[in-house]
Structure formats: C-alpha cells, structure tokens
C-alpha cells in the first residue's frame, strides 16, 4: 500500500523556520517529480516547490524563492522543505504528492497528474 506522509509543522513565529519532511512508503520516490502543496482556509491548493527526484531539478513558487529550500534523501526514501523566514501568509496545510505523468517539474503540469496525497500537516505562522 502506497502512502506519503508528511511531518514537521507547527507553530512559529514571524521570521521562524520550520523543516517538513515527505515520507514515501510502498513507493519509490526516484524517477518522479515529487511536489509540496498548500492550501490556506479559503484559498485554492497551490504548488509551492518541486524537485526531481532523478535530475534534482528544482522550481518555487515565486513568493517562497530565497526563502524555501527542497531536498531529497534517495536513501531515506523522502523529500524534505526547509522554511525560513516565515511569513503569516505562509500559513495553510502543507501536502507533498508525486506526480504520475512526469519525471521531472514542470511549469506546464497540472495538480490532476499528481497522485498519493498525504493527509498533510499545518503550519501556522504568527505574527
């Protein structure tokens, strides 16, 4: 049975870090593009970064570059984001997923092609 599991949110302060982990299970993270998500209360689920798990391919949403780091353990079988400098609009739930169609991130893929959603975990950020 496939599943992802997210960790590592929490409550923090304006100008805090916070590092989510990605945990795949029943699934090899290697070959896909592998994408953290968001959605904030009222808000559509959007990407926030992606990394290819075989070229190490990276892209950000513009509001998190500099700010926002992702990173994959081929060993471990996960894929990590580092949040510094934490904003409060950074706040939402925080999902990681792979995407089925495509092994690396692209600008052009839609959230249909991903695939085993994890239940997410919050990140609350005050100010």
């Known amino acids: 049975q496939v599943q992802f599991v997210e960790s590592g949110g929490g409550l923090v302060q304006l100008g805090g870090s916070l590092r989510l982990s990605c945990a795949a299970s029943g699934f090899s993270l290697d070959g896909y593009a592998i994408g953290w998500f968001r959605q904030a209360p009222g808000k559509e689920r959007e990407e926030v970064s992606c990394i290819s798990s075989s070229t190490g391919d990276i892209s950000y949403t513009d509001s998190v570059k500099g700010r926002f780091t992702i990173s994959r353990d081929k060993v471990q079988n996960t894929v990590s984001l580092q949040m510094n400098n934490l904003k409060p609009e950074d706040t939402a739930v925080y999902h990681c997923?792979?995407?089925?169609?495509?092994?690396?991130?692209?600008?052009?893929?839609?959230?249909?092609?991903?695939?085993?959603w994890g239940k997410g975990t919050q990140v609350t950020v005050s100010s």
């Open positions: 997923a792979a995407n089925l169609m495509r092994s690396r991130c692209s600008a052009f893929a839609r959230e249909y092609e991903y695939a085993y």
